[in-house]
């Protein structure tokens, strides 16, 4: 069942939402109903209508598409035909008959898949296999979660940012088993959950209703199994439901049933039967929908592509192939890319017989070409000029590829076609050293080949006639090209294998036959199997010509366009890029620094990274105010703190004080919670957080049965608060007493708590879910001493400014994001890197210092991807949002001067409210006094609920923070709070060159060996021209073999390195960690070249 939908599309679009075009039609309808009544029922029949619907969707319909919910057809005839008594199992046994089972490896989990080579490395728990061609169907979930890591390359932008905005839903079905003689219902009976406003469950206390339950919206009876009900449970209801247990589910689904049927000896279920899609790690979820992220249809600006692209975020885009060299090498199956049957199994399978029809057919037609005779046509008659035709003469050539696959480093299958222009170009040099050990006249040998090829010619390559002389017919010749010379114009391809048949007649002249061509991002020793040809003469008798060729070494050296050259160049002018720059700047500033020896490419239009101080307002609000970095915290080992006190930046904390998190604790209904009961509670989760600070570099085994009996950080904090509460209570009450109001034993008051201090360290953390955040690794952060909140005379850009003006002239290029990095190639002893810029500009450099976000590094544009223990330690850290909300009132403050501002402590939070004026309030803890601006409020919020802000208009978060602290601080302030005037914010999620705040530690941090380590660990190349493969023997140095390392750090030259925040293992989060990284990278660099000069003097 669906709700009907008939409108226009301009109608929707205004709407967006599938809830709120519902809400704008129904309120329509409400208005001409004026019984106050009616009214109310209509309303509670209307929320009913919606649950359905989000059943139906998988997910909340505020979220869902309305622009693109026509999208979805039905099939015709029943919509809800029932499988047999054997179910969907049937259906899967079904298609098992036909598929070998020496095919299907089950408990295998696919953790990459490298499309870059041909054939495709697929890597398993299993190990490593190669396939010509991959069909992906894994749910869009797990493509959410994991396409970062899973793929090499990255996909497609189009194809990333569809699989982001899609949705993936989650539904749950809860089977109630009751015995036989228990069993009250009929066949096809159906209870219908009708939630009015009032309703509570038995033992259910007003304001603490438990959310997730009322996502039922129906119990069934289930066809084949009479004692069973099942229950229907949709969206964020269905994902907490997934985390209780399963007698809890029980005990409310049953009364749920008990309320609907209103029998009180209703009888109790002996056991429930329930599906968790969003915890299983291989769903994480159950179907998708368009959501409203996919309403528009936007521009692409993939800086390594020659034109923006017209991206619409659907499921025909997900559902395009990855195409290498024209083959569907990575397809996309499953029900997410289904045109119009998105979420349904028929979607799915028919998804499924699509790739695989792609596949066939691409292999079919491959064939036939590979199969056709191919006449050489009309030949050029160079002596007088004319063509002529020589039919008669020419000879047809058949290669049988299909016999055995033609392997270029295990990748390229050939496909032949005529190339007519062989016989006329004549600018392009090529040297075939031929050897002419043949073991009969139809075989020729070739064992090395070297062509430096002119890209402007790519397609028609002449190999001079005394070159060729002596090959025999049929021979299978290969060419190396090598596009990036200097004279030459440059080509975004570096280089390119080809296989080549040449058929060779005295009478007929010579023409060629050539493959198919392969990309390669980097040269090397290839080899080439054998394989037979067969030649018609003029008389159609047939002759067989078998040819071989050897190992084929490739010596043209890689030539890159080199631009500008420097010695160092630095990603990112934030405060590690900064602090690297200046360090290299002051090492060299003896021997005449300048801007040869250093280049930093900032991809905003200013420097300072996160630092981000807002001055246009400065007149009204008393100074400037900081959308990025806040304080300066601590002084003792604090390099920032000891630059910017050097060149007199901050102020007198005595004087200039600021505090986080204070003020008074309000509740909903306008309230003050007792100070002292607030100072008491925070005093608890505080000491939680001083024992995790007392672990870094502690043992599992020392803290068994502590700190590591928690999954995580959260985790730990709210079992030890729910201890520290309940033990309160008992001591103070008893078994049987009763709480008072503001009291320790009052449940919603410490629940409210808990929840406040949460949303806390989800702001402190930078992080979307503490439950996310890891032990060991939260423990490791280390304060500095001293005053821990420094503020600025100026504003924080003014330390930007200082480092800026002491830089070579010219080093600094803003607007310059980057869009490739060019490291590393194989059998290669590189010791320069390439960078591209979006504008096309193309730098070189002995070394790189990388200092974007985590968050942005992980989608970087490295060539080759970056190695696999830089993937492993990457995926240990988490990147996420804050930002800041200020209320500036232009004509004065309304709080009294002693303030130190609201905190807001939702005992229950109120559904309409949030409806009303918008979810993402629920993510603001509350406003704080901002010093030395008398008229600005503060606010702070985190993860989602930051996202969400960032989408609102101002005149909306002005309007919708008001009534926040109106709704909680009215009460407490004389007169009343006032509508603010302006609101000034931040939209870190929105900016593209950082995509969050910080980062913060996730749980496969614990289990990680030495993630920090990794991260820090600069990409390194071999020195010793010796080595032939050093730059692909080294991710064991690179990992951390000390010894080995120690051992040929005289041979390594540092070509990648990283700094930025989340690499410092101990002041990760902070400006003065970030500055550390960069300090480090450069001293890295400065003590490589000591090292060398010393070793080249010596």
Not at 227 to 235: C, N, S
Not at 280 to 298: E, K, V
Not at 333 to 353: I, K, M, N, P, R
């Amino acid at each position: 069942m669906r709700i009907s939908i008939k409108c226009g599309r301009s109608e929707k679009e205004v709407s967006r939402s599938l809830l709120a075009f519902l809400e704008a039609r129904f309120g329509n309808l409400l208005e001409r109903e004026t019984d106050p009544d009616k009214r109310k029922t209509l309303v509670w029949f209307f929320n009913w209508a919606i649950r359905l619907e989000n059943e139906i969707n998988g997910h909340e319909a505020n979220e869902i598409s309305a622009n693109y919910f026509g999208q979805f057809y039905e099939c015709k005839g029943n919509i809800t035909t029932e499988l047999g008594p054997r179910g969907y199992k049937a259906f899967i046994d079904l298609m098992l008959r036909y598929i070998p089972a020496e095919t299907i490896f089950t408990e295998t989990e696919v953790t990459h898949i490298d499309f870059s080579v041909r054939p495709i490395k697929v890597t398993s728990t299993k190990g490593i296999e190669e396939f010509d061609y991959v069909i992906c169907s894994l749910p869009l979930g797990v493509l959410k979660e994991r396409q970062s890591l899973l793929f090499t390359p990255e996909l497609p932008k189009c194809k990333s940012m569809t699989i982001s905005a899609l949705g993936f839903g989650t539904c749950n079905k809860i089977y109630l088993e009751f015995r036989e003689k228990d069993v009250f219902w009929t066949a096809g009976d159906v209870f219908q959950v009708l939630w009015k406003d009032d309703h509570l469950l038995p033992g259910e206390a007003v304001g603490r209703r438990k959310e997730w339950y009322r996502s039922v919206s129906r119990l069934n009876a289930v066809r084949h199994n009479k004692r069973l009900l099942v229950a229907w449970i949709a969206g964020s209801g269905a994902r907490e439901m997934e985390a209780l247990s399963e007698n809890e589910v029980m005990t409310e689904c049953w009364k749920i049933l008990k309320m609907v049927t209103d029998r009180e000896d209703l009888p109790i279920p002996q056991r429930i039967i329930r599906s968790t899609w969003f915890s299983d790690p291989f769903s994480r979820g159950s179907y998708s929908f368009i959501s409203t992220a996919c309403d528009q249809r936007l521009i692409v600006k993939d800086c390594w592509y020659p034109h923006d692209a017209y991206c619409s975020l659907l499921p025909a885009t997900l559902a395009e192939p990855v195409f290498v060299d024209d083959a569907p090498v990575l397809c996309f199956a499953g029900e997410a890319t289904s045109d119009h049957f998105y979420s349904t199994v028929h979607g799915a399978y028919d998804s499924g017989l699509r790739e695989a029809t792609r596949i066939d057919n691409y292999i079919k037609a491959k064939g036939a070409a590979i199969h056709t005779s191919i006449a050489t046509g009309d030949i050029q008659d160079e002596a007088n000029q004319t063509n002529t035709a020589k039919n008669e003469r020419a000879q047809n050539v058949t290669f049988d590829a299909l016999e055995k696959k033609e392997k270029i480093d295990n990748s390229m299958t050939s496909q032949l076609a005529v190339d007519n222009s062989f016989e006329s170009s004549t600018d392009v040099s090529a040297c075939l050293n031929l050897k002419g050990h043949q073991k009969d006249p139809n075989e020729q040998r070739i064992s090395k080949l070297t062509a430096k090829v002119n890209v402007d010619n790519k397609e028609s390559v002449r190999i001079a006639d005394e070159e060729r002389e002596g090959v025999g017919s049929g021979a299978a010749l290969t060419k190396y090209v090598d596009f990036g010379n200097t004279d030459s114009a440059y080509s975004e391809t570096d280089h390119q294998l080809e296989m080549v048949g040449l058929c060779s007649d005295p009478n007929n002249g010579n023409s060629r036959l050539k493959a198919a061509t392969q990309v390669l991002s980097e040269p090397g020793a290839f080899s080439i199997s054998s394989h037979k040809g067969s030649q018609a003469g003029p008389s159609g008798a047939g002759t067989s010509t078998s040819y071989t060729s050897l190992p084929l070494n490739t010596t043209a050296p890689y030539n890159i366009r080199r631009g500008e050259h420097f010695r160092v160049i630095i990603v990112g002018a934030g405060a590690a890029g900064l602090g690297a720059a200046l360090r290299l700047t002051d090492s060299t500033r003896n021997t005449a620094p300048n801007s040869e020896n250093l280049l930093i490419l900032e991809a905003h239009s200013r420097p300072g990274g996160r630092i981000l101080t807002h001055y246009e307002a400065a007149e009204i609000t008393g100074g400037p105010l900081e959308l990025g970095a806040q304080w300066v915290h601590g002084e003792e080992d604090n390099a920032l703190f000891e630059f910017c006190r050097r060149h007199s930046l901050l102020s007198d904390p005595r004087a200039d004080y600021s505090v986080e998190g204070k003020g008074v604790f309000l509740l909903p209904d306008g309230s003050a919670v007792p100070e002292e009961l607030i100072e008491n509670k925070i005093m608890v989760l505080n000491s939680v957080k001083n024992e995790l600070a007392l672990l870094k570099n502690s043992t599992k085994e020392k803290h068994q049965g502590n700190s590591f009996d928690y999954k995580s950080v959260f985790e730990m904090y709210r079992r030890r608060f729910e201890a520290h509460v309940m033990e309160t209570y008992y001591n103070q009450f008893g078994s049987h007493g009763t709480p008072q109001s503001f009291s320790a034993g009052d449940p919603e008051l410490m629940s409210a708590i808990l929840d406040w201090y949460r949303k806390f360290e989800i702001v402190d953390n930078a992080c979307e879910d503490p439950e996310q955040l890891a032990i060991r690794g939260y423990g490791d952060y280390v304060e500095c001493p001293g005053v821990y909140y420094i503020n600025f005379n100026n504003g924080y850009e003014s330390f930007v400014r200082t480092i800026v003006k002491s830089l070579p002239e010219g080093s600094l290029r803003l607007n310059a994001p980057v869009s490739k990095v060019i490291w590393k190639r194989r059998h290669e002893n590189q010791e320069v890197v390439v960078v591209e810029t979006c504008d096309g500009k193309v730098f070189t450099c002995d070394h790189l210092i990388m200092t974007p976000s985590v968050r942005v590094l992980k989608q970087f544009p490295f060539q080759p991807s970056l190695p696999k223990f830089k993937h492993e330690a990457l995926r240990c850290f988490g990147f996420g949002t804050i930002d800041k909300i200020f209320l500036v009132w232009d004509d004065g403050p309304f709080w009294p001067e002693d303030s130190l501002g609201f905190q807001f402590l939702w005992t229950r939070y109120d559904d309409d409210f949030f409806k009303e004026h918008g979810e993402y309030l629920r993510g603001i803890y509350g406003f704080e006094k901002v010093n030395r601006r008398p008229n600005v409020l503060l606010g702070w919020i985190g993860g989602d609920h930051a996202v969400e802000m960032e989408k609102v208009a101002d005149t909306e978060l002005l309007r919708g923070c008001y009534h926040l602290l109106k709704r909680f601080a009215n009460r407490v302030v004389p007169g009343g709070v006032r509508p603010p005037s302006r609101v000034i914010r931040s939209a870190w999620a929105s900016d593209p060159y950082v995509n969050g705040a910080y980062s913060h530690r996730l749980l496969p941090f614990d289990q990680t060996n030495d993630p920090v380590g990794k991260l820090q660990q600069p990409l390194y190349c071999s020195t010793n021209e010796d080595n032939d493969s050093a730059t692909t023997d080294l991710e064991d140095i690179a990992v951390g073999h000390e010894e080995h390392r120690q051992q040929d750090r005289k041979d390594l030259h540092p070509l990648v390195l990283f700094a930025g925040e989340a690499t410092d293992p101990v002041y990760f989060s902070t400006v003065h960690g970030a500055l550390r990284s960069g300090q480090r990278e450069a001293q890295r660099l400065i003590d490589y070249w000591n090292c060398k000069t010393s070793r080249e003097f010596t």
